[in-house]
């Protein structure tokens, strides 16, 4: 990065004061009168109700609209292990886009606690705090049993960003990338660089919307993950290690029509493009240097759609597309979990945003004129995701999963009119944006 920018960004979270994040109060505190009510003795009476009825909390508390940003910093973006402290300003950017894009507030949380047992012991203590959990960078294989875990142990939604998120994220650009391809999940052969949090749930997404899992290769550190390799291969991998004579990912490139890097900055060499199927797709998502940069798949391969997790370059394809709006949803029905079916609804509702034209909302048009331009963006090379700053993505992902979590019934406080529901999104939160 140029030493202007690393400057910009230095600068960005020093000032005006250090860090991206304050608490504001949400209810007037000017006199005695307020104190006695939010104080003491006032919040006695909401202290009692509570221990009556737990779920009053939604009713008396910031509860319901408070979800925690949890990381051990074992796996922060593409840097690595560099530790909790120095995670702290990603998951307090996670938390400001909480906040700006779906009105959700949302603490930072930073454990020191590499061992799985005594995060997940940290994390379980906090359910009377927040209405959901969403895990960030922490790296595979752990990540896998303290999630697992912690959807055991608590009863409120537990949200591995980087798995989920980013799989929502991914499958909504692969099924609009697709589109313009020409091609279709069934026949496609996809090969990662990356086989950790990220790019297993990525493809395991992909997975359960029809791609075979015999037309997938994982690559990590060591190369491929094949059948008999002696560099460990963790459980969850285990369906996609083939007997294959492929041992790098310049030999699994070879015909492939999706490149989907989860792992490591420059790691796509430009030699590689040649080698790839007619029309490919690369989405090189590693963060902040991504697996090949836009500009070298463009000069090699014109025919390609190419991605980035940057918020520099066209077609986005990061979870800020997801994590504030599937967690909008599912707060506000007072979901148990974040299952598969509010997931596949996330991602549908994703993907079509791209094409659709301007509707009868003045306010919504203007606001898509000033993002796009005039003409209504359709679907297109430079267009395969919306923008994180696109207004329709609150209302329709966070009804859509909504939805989808009352029709699976795990909505504790359902919505009985979404079209109401949607509305109301938008009046309390379409000015913000
Ligand atoms: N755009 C987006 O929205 C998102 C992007 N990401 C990016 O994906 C990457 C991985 O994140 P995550 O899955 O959470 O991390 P994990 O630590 O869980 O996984 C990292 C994976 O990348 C592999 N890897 C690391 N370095 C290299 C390399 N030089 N060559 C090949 N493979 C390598 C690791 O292999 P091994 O285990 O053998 O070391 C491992 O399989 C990061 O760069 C992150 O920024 C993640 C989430 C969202
Ligand atoms: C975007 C993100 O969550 C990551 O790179 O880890
Ligand atoms: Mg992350």
Redesign the pocket.
Same mark, same amino acid.
């Given at each position: 990065m140029d030493n202007d920018f690393r400057k910009k960004a230095l600068d960005y979270h020093r000032y005006p004061v250090p860090g991206k994040i304050s608490v504001i109060p949400s209810k007037p505190l000017a006199d005695r009168t307020d104190l006695s009510l939010a104080y003491t003795p006032g919040v006695a009476e909401a202290c009692n109700e509570i221990k009556v009825s737990p779920l009053a909390a939604y009713d008396y508390t910031g509860k319901g609209n408070l979800v925690a940003v949890i990381t051990n910093g074992t796996?922060v +973006?593409?840097l690595g292990d560099i530790g909790p402290l120095a995670g702290k300003p990603v998951m307090e950017g996670k938390a400001v886009l909480f906040q700006k894009f779906a009105g959700v507030n949302a603490f930072d949380i930073e454990v020191d606690a590499k061992d799985p047992q005594k995060f997940c012991d940290v994390v379980a203590a906090l359910e009377p705090t927040f209405g959901g959990i969403n895990l960030e !960078?922490i790296? *595979?294989p752990e990540?896998f049993a303290i999630e697992a875990q912690l959807k055991e142990r608590m009863n409120i939604p537990v949200f591995h960003d !980087?798995q989920h998120g &980013?799989a929502i #994220?991914v499958a909504a650009a692969v099924l609009n990338a697709l589109k313009l391809q020409g091609k279709k999940l069934p026949g496609i052969r996809l090969v990662t660089?990356?086989?950790?949090?990220?790019?297993l749930a990525c493809v395991d997404m992909l997975v359960s919307l029809g791609l075979p899992v015999e037309n997938v290769i994982l &690559? !990590?550190?060591?190369g491929v993950i094949y059948q008999g390799r002696e560099a460990e291969i963790f459980p969850s991998l285990a369906r996609y290690a083939h007997q294959t004579a492929f041992r790098t990912l310049e030999d699994a490139i070879e015909g492939a029509d999706i490149f989907l890097g +989860?792992? *490591?900055g420059g #790691?796509f060499k430009p030699s590689y493009l040649a080698r790839m199927a007619m029309q490919p797709i690369i989405l090189a998502?590693? %963060?902040p240097v991504p697996e090949i940069l836009p500009e070298l798949v463009h000069q090699n391969r014109p025919d390609a759609i190419v991605g980035t997790?940057r918020s520099d370059y066209p077609n986005q #394809? %990061? %979870?800020v597309l997801c994590f504030p709006f599937i967690f909008r949803g599912a707060l506000d029905v007072g979901a148990t979990e974040i299952n598969i079916e509010m997931k596949h609804a996330a991602v549908y509702s994703i993907a079509d945003l791209t094409e659709q034209a301007y509707g009868d909302d003045e306010e919504e048009n203007q606001a898509l004129e000033k993002l796009y331009g005039k003409q209504v963006s359709v679907l297109a090379s430079d267009y395969i995701l919306p923008s994180p700053f696109d207004p329709r993505l609150l209302p329709r992902i966070a009804a859509a999963v909504a939805k989808a979590a009352m029709e699976t019934g795990v909505a504790q406080r359902p919505v009985h009119d979404l079209l109401q529901y949607q509305k109301n999104i938008k009046l309390s939160f379409g000015k913000t944006l």
């Open positions: 796996a +973006l593409g !960078d790296k *595979a990540c !980087d &980013t #994220v660089s990356g086989a950790g949090a990220a790019a &690559t !990590d550190i060591h +989860l792992s *490591a #790691v998502m590693a %963060n997790g #394809v %990061n %979870n």
